[in-house]
Each structure stands twice: as C-alpha cells, then as structure tokens.
C-alpha cells in the first residue's frame, strides 16, 4: 500500500529490526511480562528437573504445575501484546490519514497498554508528546497500569466481554470531522 507521497507503508517491506522496535514501542508492559513470565517458568523448569535428578518427584511436579501456570501468564501476555501492537498500526493509519484526533485518544485512554500503544502511533507523526499531554489532562500518568474498568470492579478481569475486549482491538471507525 502506497502513501500519497510514494512511501510504501507495507508492514512487510520494513527490516524486521524496525518491526521489533515498533511492537516493543507499542506493548512494552505485555512483552515485559512475557518475557519474565517465560524466564520464571524455565528456571522453575530447571529448578525441578534438578529435585527429580536428587529422588524428589513431587517436588518435581509440583514445579512444573508451578511453571504451567507461568507459561500460561506469558501467553496471555503475549496475546496482549500482539493485540496492542495491531491496534498500534491502525491507529497509526489512523493519524496518518487525518491527523491527532482525540476521539481517539480517548478510546485508548483506559489501560496503559492502550495508552502506550497510542503514544507510539502519535510518535509516528511527531506529535507524541500532545498525546502525552492528552493523557496527562486527563489525570493519567506513568503508576496508573491497570485497566480503568479493573480498578472499578476487579473481578470485571475474568468476564469474558473484558477478556475479548483485552485481546481483540477494537475496530477504530473513521474519524473525518470528529474531535
């Protein structure tokens, strides 16, 4: 896909460094905890191969249930992350085509997974630090991490419309003329 000045926009035609750096950009929360997620379960992993090697088998396999459930957390992590790295581009398109709309920042307003994904789309134009500032006027700032409905209702996190709505991003309509 061709931009009006001639630049292709293609995703795919970018070094895969710079694709890195945009989704690490986009989700940086989510790949963080991945990442410790999946170090914490392979040192438990470790840990309990080492007690089976020494005749303690259910040590062993309390460990791994340990590790599972690790595992489990680094997925939906990254499920996040991927989720907030597609929801990135599209606001990205977004800017792109018709500037910083705060409709749309304020969409992305209520978890900081979003509202990292939205800077980095700003950032993209040049205008993150406005974006900054939008959320800033809004009350937010770097400790506020969870998810504004979880910090009205924490057990919202298991419903299942939060979950779809965490792991699926939502379709950003187009914005002509509305601010």
Partial sequence: MRTRTGENRNP????????????????PLPTATCLLSAAAAAALSLLGVHLL?????????????????????????????????????????VFERYGLRKRILKRAAGSRCQRDAALAAAGEIGRAHEAGGY?????????????????????????????????????????????
């Fill in 53 to 93: 090697r020494e005749g303690h088998p259910l040590e062993f396999f309390a460990l791994q249930l340990v590790a599972l459930g690790w595992i489990g957390l680094a997925g939906f992590a990254l499920a996040d992350g991927l989720s907030r790295y597609r929801e990135y581009v599209r606001m990205r398109n």
């Fill in 12 to 27: 795919r035609s970018r070094p895969w460094p710079a694709r890195v750096g945009r989704y690490l950009a986009a989700s």
């Fill in 135 to 179: 959320f800033r006027s809004l009350g937010y700032r770097w400790y506020h991490v969870l998810p504004d409905r979880v910090v009205a209702n924490p057990l919202v996190f298991f419903s299942p419309s939060f979950l779809v709505t965490g792991f699926f991003s939502r379709r950003l309509r187009d914005c002509e003329g509305r601010d």
